[in-house]
Each structure stands twice: as structure tokens, then as C-alpha cells.
């Protein structure tokens, strides 16, 4: 797996003196989903805005396919979609023509096939002939999704796509990323739902107060800083731990008729439960709890903050 | 990819699809207005007014008329093509794409100034209705008017790069552009005016672009067509330069 994407020394100060990206190291592989997480004001609209030419950097160098943004940004931009954060949409256009014309301003000969198939997986073709302003604020950003794919981007970046989107059409938003990952697309999203990264990403990155924290794959970051809770309930109570389950390092509780497990990582509750059934102690129900991604998030992101503040 | 020709084409349809679906205020508002002018001006008033160095006084004011609402056109459609993505937000396309100074120039200005050249044929058949005019230098009249449409379009995109609020769109046709046509010669030739004034008038860019006009029109005017020409081709090099400022800095497009 190559780099699609390589940052170096990336960094942002606005004109009103705010600075919201510190230098940043960052390279995405290709073909790899990464979702970027961190807070409001932490900076993730600002790298996207930087890498699509929305913002002018302050110092760095980004290339994107081997080509230097600076240089070759004509021939980079081509193949690189975007899904603002605002649902910015023009007041008088309709869907379809919207669409086409995303396709041609980045330089694609006209293929209305592909339109078509690309406003149909969108469940967007029964509103083609509709006024983008008209439709409801779901479909609106499932037109901007459809502009930003009109050209067949390699590089696809979504600034939250399921703020303010129902149940089902994150679903649905989920199962297209899926998709668009299967057909060789690399995405970088943004999103404040952290079971959302934990369910598509590769790899995270954790980014707050323009500096990235941290980027990880998930399932390493997960097994280093996850952890796993089980209650198991008892049939009979016991007063003391067996010898030979010792080393799980468990507690009693509620007067010995709970036993209490924590562990790091994915935890080992499967052996437990069979020393357990070994030992002749007979339970009557388990209650697991694995830690999140989420929790992870807040503990680093907490963490970092009470550090800063600690710092003062 | 070195010039970006469908996104440019896409961009100079998009803007004349804008003219069609808005026609009425595209084409109607302004014949409309040119035509009132000609009534009164040319045809109540002019009627009581001598002939100017030869030319009716109705057809005298047919060229600066025409140019008063070439200027006002291409000013109001290039500065409302490229301001209105940026208060929606939709811009954020175009700066995302392979798009580049030299492609917004050719489809923004290049729309703007297409449906002034278009305005400009419909306003000169209105003319015939009420004047009775002729052009000794078509081709010459056709290059001028296509010159100015360009220069004035190429002002309206840095003044819609340049306004914060739909206010400031107004305010410059309104307060800088209004007064500089009327004080232009459209209804008077300089020569009428006392000094210090005649020499004032000089430096008011428009005088240039009505006689240069009314020359085409007449082979008459206050000032001499290649002075025109000069002025017109000096007044676009300034524009071009600083929209290309616009894209190199980003300023008022890129944060
Ligand atoms: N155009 C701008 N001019 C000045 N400051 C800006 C601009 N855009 C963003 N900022 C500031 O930069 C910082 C980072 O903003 P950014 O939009 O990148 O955050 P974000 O991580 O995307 O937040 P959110 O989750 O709320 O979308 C903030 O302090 C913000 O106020
Ligand atoms: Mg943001």
C-alpha cells in the first residue's frame, strides 16, 4: 500500500491570527479509510480546507499522488472529491444539472450513464428534476456527496457526512463509503460520532488544538487502550477466589455474588468463563462491556486538557 | 492537464443558463429603461435640441446610451456570477477544482461579457424603433463594444470578489459608475463645457469609452479613437492584473 497522501510540516495561522493547525506530519495510504476526530474548533475542516485548496497554508508542503500541490495542483485536483461541512447549495439549482456540471468543472467528459447510476445508488434519481434548495437537508447532502463523486475522485474527503442525518441514512451513508472503499477509493472523513469511525475506519487520528494527538490503526488502538469489563453473576455465592483464578485478577462483589472482571485490550472472558465452569462454579449470567473508541477519545482528549490546564 | 477547457465551458454555460432562466430582468429591464431614455430624451427633448456637429440630437445619444448599459450590464452580471457562490457557500467547488485565474476569466467574465454583446444587438434594434441612426464603422463599433463589455465584466469580477454584502454590489455601480456615465458625454459633447471643466473631464475614464463609440457611429467626437482604444486596452490590463493578485494571494476567496 502506498501513499495517496503525504503532508509534511503542514501548518495554518489565519489572518485574524488564529492558529489552527501547528505543523502536522500525515501520511493516508492508499485505499484506506481514516477518520480524523477531535472537537469543535480542533482544526479538522481547516487540514481538509488546506489539502483542497479551500485555505492557503501557512508552511508545509502537501503532495497527493506523488504531485506537488504547490506545483501540479491542476493535475492533483482532478482527482480529489470533497463534502463540505456547510450544506452549501445554489439557491436556483436543480439536482441533475448540478451533478453534470460538478463532472465537467473538473475537466470529465460528459457521461450521463454515470451520472445516472451515481444518483441512483444515492437514491437520488425520483428528485433529479428537483430544486436542490427544495429538497430536505439529508438529500441536500446526498447532492453534495453526488457532486463531489461526479468525477470519479480517487481521494475523497467527507467533512462530517452524518451530521444532522437520521438513523437510516447513516446507515445507508456507511454502506456507500463501504462501497466507494471496495471500488479503490481512499477517504478521509471527519465526524463527532466516534461509533462511526470505529465501525469503517482503518485508522484514526486524533486531532486537538490544531495539533494531531495521535494517529493509529483502530484495531491496535483499541487492543493498546481499550478495556474490557465483565460481571459475572453467580448461582451460588462464594467467599473466596479459587487459587487457580487467581491470575485474572478478579474481584467480589455484592457479597459474593458477583464476580468482577477487568482486563486490557480485547480482555480474556472466554477463558475465564470455561476456569470458571472448570472450577464447578456455575453462573447464572454475564454482563461484557468493552470499552470504545469513544472512551478512548475522551480519556485522551480529558487527559490532554487537564494536562494543558495543569501546565498554566 | 494544462487548461482546464470543459470546467471553463462549464462555467460560461452555467452562467448563461443564469441569463435564460432569469430573462426577464436580463434583457426586458434593460431595454426597457434604454427605450424610456430614448422617448423622452431623444424623442420629447431632442426634438427641441440642435443637432450636434451634424447628428441629431436623438442619434447623438445612441452610443453613449448603448454604453451605459453595457457598462452597468457587464459590471452588475460579472460581479453577481462570482459573488453569489461565495454568500451561498457553493464556491467552495470552484476552489476545490482544477480551476485556475486563466479559466474564470474566459467562463465568468467571458459569460458576462457574451450577454452584454447580446444585450448591446437587442438595444441597438430597440433604437431603430424610435431613431433614426446609421454606423459608418460596424466592425470597429462591434470590436469597441466587445472591448468594453470584456473591460467592464473583468471590474465586475473583482468587485464580486471585493464585496462582503449585496450592499457593496450595488454601492459601486450606484456611486462610482452612475455618475461617471452621466458626467461622460452621453448627453452632451465636452466641448460644450466651460474650462476648468472640459480638462476635468478628461480624466473620466467613461468619457473615453462613449466617443470612442460615437466616432464608430459618426466618425465624430470629442476624443480621438485611438485614445479610446488606448484608454479602454490600458483600463482591461489593469483589471487582468489584479484579478490574477486576486488568485495568487486568495484574497476574499481563500481563507
Ligand atoms: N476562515 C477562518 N478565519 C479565521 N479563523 C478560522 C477560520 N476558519 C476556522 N478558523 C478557526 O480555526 C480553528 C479551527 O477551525 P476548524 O473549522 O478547522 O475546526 P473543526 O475541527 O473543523 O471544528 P468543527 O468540529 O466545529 O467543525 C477554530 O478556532 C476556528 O475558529
Ligand atoms: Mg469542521
Not at chain 1, 501548518?11 to 493516508?28: E, N, R, S, W
Not at chain 2, 452562467?15 to 420629447?44: C, D, H, K, M, N
Not at chain 2, 478628461?202 to 482604444?229: C, E, H, K, M, S
Request: glycine share 10%; aromatic share 10%; with cysteine.
Amino acid at each position: 500500500m502506498g501513499a495517496i497522501l503525504e503532508i509534511e510540516g503542514l501548518q495554518k495561522t489565519y489572518a485574524g491570527g488564529v492558529t489552527a493547525l501547528q505543523p502536522t506530519d500525515l501520511t493516508i495510504n492508499k485505499g484506506e479509510i481514516f477518520a480524523l476526530l477531535g472537537p469543535n474548533g480542533a482544526g479538522k475542516t481547516t487540514l481538509i480546507g488546506l489539502v483542497c485548496g479551500l485555505v492557503r497554508p501557512s508552511g508545509g508542503t502537501i503532495r497527493a499522488f506523488g504531485l506537488d500541490m504547490a506545483r501540479d495542483w491542476r493535475k492533483a485536483r482532478a482527482r480529489i472529491g470533497l463534502v463540505p461541512q456547510e450544506l452549501s447549495v445554489d439557491m436556483f439549482e436543480y439536482v441533475l444539472p448540478a451533478v453534470t456540471h460538478s463532472r465537467a468543472l473538473f475537466g470529465r467528459p460528459a457521461d450521463p450513464a454515470k451520472i445516472e447510476k451515481l444518483l441512483k445508488s444515492l437514491s437520488l434519481w425520483e428528485k433529479r428534476d428537483q430544486r436542490i434548495s427544495a429538497l430536505s437537508g439529508g438529500m441536500k447532502r446526498r447532492v453534495l456527496i453526488a457532486k463531489a463523486l461526479a468525477h470519479d475522485p480517487d481521494l475523497l474527503f467527507l467533512d462530517e457526512p452524518t451530521a444532522g442525518v437520521d438513523v437510516e441514512l447513516r446507515r445507508d451513508m456507511w454502506q456507500l463509503i463501504g462501497q466507494l472503499r471496495d471500488q479503490g477509493v481512499t477517504i478521509i472523513l471527519t465526524t463527532h460520532y466516534i461509533e462511526e469511525a470505529q465501525e469503517m475506519a482503518d485508522r484514526v487520528g486524533v486531532i486537538d488544538r490544531g495539533v494531531l494527538q495521535l494517529v493509529e490503526e483502530k484495531r491496535a488502538l483499541m487492543a493498546r487502550l481499550g478495556t474490557t469489563e465483565a460481571k459475572i453473576a453467580l448461582a451460588q455465592p462464594v467467599s473466596a477466589i479459587p487459587a487457580a483464578l487467581e491470575h485474572f485478577g478478579l474481584a467480589i462483589e455484592d457479597g459474593g455474588k458477583v464476580l468482577c472482571y477487568h482486563g486490557a485490550g480485547e480482555g480474556e472472558v472466554a477463558p475465564l468463563l470455561k476456569a470458571l465452569l472448570a472450577e464447578g462454579i456455575d453462573f447464572t449470567g454475564i454482563d461484557v462491556h468493552e470499552s470504545s473508541l469513544e472512551d478512548i477519545f475522551v480519556d485522551l482528549i480529558g487527559r490532554n486538557h487537564h494536562d494543558q490546564e495543569a501546565a498554566r | 492537464m494544462s487548461f482546464n477547457l470543459r470546467g471553463t465551458l462549464a462555467i460560461y454555460k452555467f452562467e448563461l443558463a443564469r441569463t435564460w432562466r432569469t430573462l426577464f430582468q436580463s434583457i426586458l429591464t434593460p431595454v426597457l429603461t434604454t427605450s424610456l431614455y430614448f422617448i423622452v430624451f431623444g424623442g420629447a427633448i431632442g426634438s427641441r435640441i440642435d443637432t450636434m456637429g451634424g447628428v441629431p440630437y436623438a442619434a447623438f445619444i445612441v452610443p453613449g446610451l448603448l454604453m451605459l448599459t453595457i457598462l452597468a450590464e457587464s459590471t452588475a452580471n460579472a460581479s453577481f456570477g462570482i459573488y453569489l457562490p461565495r454568500f451561498t457557500g457553493t464556491v467552495y467547488e470552484l476552489l476545490s477544482a482544477p480551476i485556475g485565474v486563466a479559466e474564470t476569466l474566459v467562463g465568468y467574465v467571458g459569460a458576462a461579457a457574451t450577454k452584454s454583446v447580446i444585450l448591446a444587438v437587442v438595444i441597438l434594434a430597440t433604437a431603430r424603433v424610435f431613431v433614426d441612426y446609421h454606423i459608418e464603422h460596424p466592425l470597429l463599433a462591434a470590436f469597441f463594444i466587445l472591448l468594453s463589455a470584456v473591460a467592464f465584466s473583468l471590474l465586475g469580477f473583482i468587485l464580486g470578489c471585493w464585496a462582503d454584502g449585496f450592499e457593496k454590489l450595488q454601492v459601486v455601480p450606484m456611486l462610482v459608475l452612475t455618475p461617471l456615465t452621466f458626467l461622460g458625454g452621453t448627453f452632451y459633447s465636452i466641448q460644450m463645457l466651460p474650462e476648468p471643466w472640459k480638462t476635468v473631464t478628461l480624466f473620466n475614464p467613461v468619457v473615453y469609452l462613449v466617443n470612442g463609440l460615437r466616432w464608430t457611429f459618426y466618425g465624430q467626437a470629442d476624443v480621438n479613437f485611438g485614445a479610446a482604444i488606448t484608454a479602454t486596452l490600458g483600463f482591461m490590463a489593469l483589471c487582468i492584473a489584479v484579478i490574477a493578485f486576486i488568485f495568487r494571494t486568495g484574497w476574499r476567496l481563500r481563507s
